[in-house]
């Protein structure tokens, strides 16, 4: 199994919808959370970081986290093709304390 | 100068060269990462430096070597690479290990 796992897409979204993207890990102790958004050629940007059970709201982004499932996800409302991108997943490995990002979900929306 | 830069941005070699990488942050931050970017294939981490002291070396072979001379300053040393190991290769920092990690632009390398 995985550490980290990811549909790798590409998920396509209308203007204006609502991008869910998911993630699922295997270290069950794990406690910190982060989501990147990498555009084509670019290197991965930080833009949500979540360490507690529950919803994180930031702007037109949330985060969802469930350690019991073992499942974080990332909301995108009112999506814009600027959100058109890949979205990596990374969880810190605890013990190791070393992050491990998913294969990436490619998001596309379209106008 | 802001964030994480790295040079230089793109790289082509031969399997004989020998050639140096450098990323530098200006965040203050006290550890370091190098990570391999490969088509279709997951980020992977391949070194952690720890207030300047490698905590972290992901079985990366021995081709790749890196160097940290101080918290700022990173550098992977590159010599008889193979054409595999053509990809992206990125620098990150964050304020303590396990902390939120923030990306340079990365070095596009092409071994030819």
């Known amino acids: 199994q995985k550490e980290v796992e990811q549909n790798s897409g590409p998920l396509s979204v209308p203007e204006g919808a609502i991008a869910s993207l998911n993630c699922t890990y295997s270290?069950?102790?794990?406690?910190?959370f982060f989501w990147y958004r990498q555009y084509s050629g670019k290197s991965p940007e930080l833009i949500m970081s979540?360490?507690?059970?529950g919803d994180k709201e930031d702007g037109r982004f949330t985060a969802q986290l469930n350690k019991a499932s073992q499942y974080v996800s990332l909301l995108i409302r009112d999506s814009q093709p600027s959100d058109s991108a890949t979205y990596l997943c990374?969880?810190?490995?605890?013990?190791?304390?070393?992050?491990?990002f998913g294969q990436g979900t490619r998001l596309t929306i379209n106008p | 100068e802001t964030g994480v830069t790295q040079t230089p941005r793109h790289l082509v070699m031969g399997m004989t060269n020998k050639k140096s990488l450098k990323c530098e942050q200006h965040?203050?931050?006290?550890?370091m990462y190098w990570y391999k970017q490969s088509a279709k294939k997951p980020l992977e981490l391949m070194f952690v430096?720890?207030?300047?002291?490698?905590?972290e070396n992901n079985s990366v072979p021995s081709r790749f070597s890196p160097e940290c001379p101080n918290s700022s300053h990173l550098f992977l040393h590159l010599h008889t690479l193979q054409p595999e190991d053509s990809a992206l290769y990125l620098c990150?920092?964050?304020?303590?290990?396990?902390?939120?990690?923030?990306f340079g632009p990365g070095t596009r390398l092409t071994v030819l």
């Open positions: 990150a920092s964050s304020q303590d290990v396990g902390g939120e990690q923030f």
């Open positions: 270290d069950r102790v794990s406690q910190s």
């Open positions: 979540i360490y507690s059970n």
């Open positions: 990374a969880v810190l490995i605890q013990g190791a304390q070393k992050l491990v």
């Open positions: 965040l203050g931050h006290n550890a």
């Open positions: 430096y720890n207030f300047k002291e490698q905590t």
